[in-house]
Nanobody
Framework: QVQLVESGGGLVQAGGSLRLSCAAS????????MGWFRQAPGKERDVVSC????????YYADSVKGRFTISRDNAENRLYLQINSLKPEDTAVYYC????????????????????WGQGTQVTVSS
């Protein structure tokens, strides 16, 4: 059983930056492909970015390309999301998720396939 705890959210002005962190425990972190997802009020949970087991492959949603950077530290069991040039439309609850992966380079875009989820961290961007 893997436990995930997000942190780093907050209220920030448009154009600002945040660094989200996800601390993992209870499993071998490098066995899991990881993802960041977000959910705004009244909307579905959508993929923001995902990363393979050792970080060799990454994916970004079109809406965040060039502004968000995903990374992971397998030695520290942590996943990160650096968010720059924030926009009001980035306002959402951000979740990290873990998916046990056999192949080291696999990415998973769909939230439905992920095995474990954190409780989420709120990001609010004021205009």
């Amino acid at each position: 059983q893997v436990q995930l705890v997000e942190s780093g959210g907050g209220l920030v002005q448009a154009g600002g930056s945040l660094r989200l962190s996800c601390a993992a425990s209870g499993g071998t972190f490098s066995n899991y492909a990881m993802g960041w997802f977000r959910q705004a009020p009244g909307k579905e949970r959508d993929v923001v970015s995902c990363i393979s087991r050792y970080g060799s492959s990454t994916y970004y949603a079109d809406s965040v390309k060039g502004r968000f950077t995903i990374s992971r530290d397998n030695a520290e069991n942590r996943l990160y999301l650096q968010i720059n040039s924030l926009k009001p439309e980035d306002t959402a609850v951000y979740y990290c998720a873990a998916k046990e992966a056999y192949y080291s380079g696999t990415l998973y875009h769909s939230p439905r396939v992920y095995d474990y989820w954190g409780q989420g961290t709120q990001v609010t961007v004021s205009s």
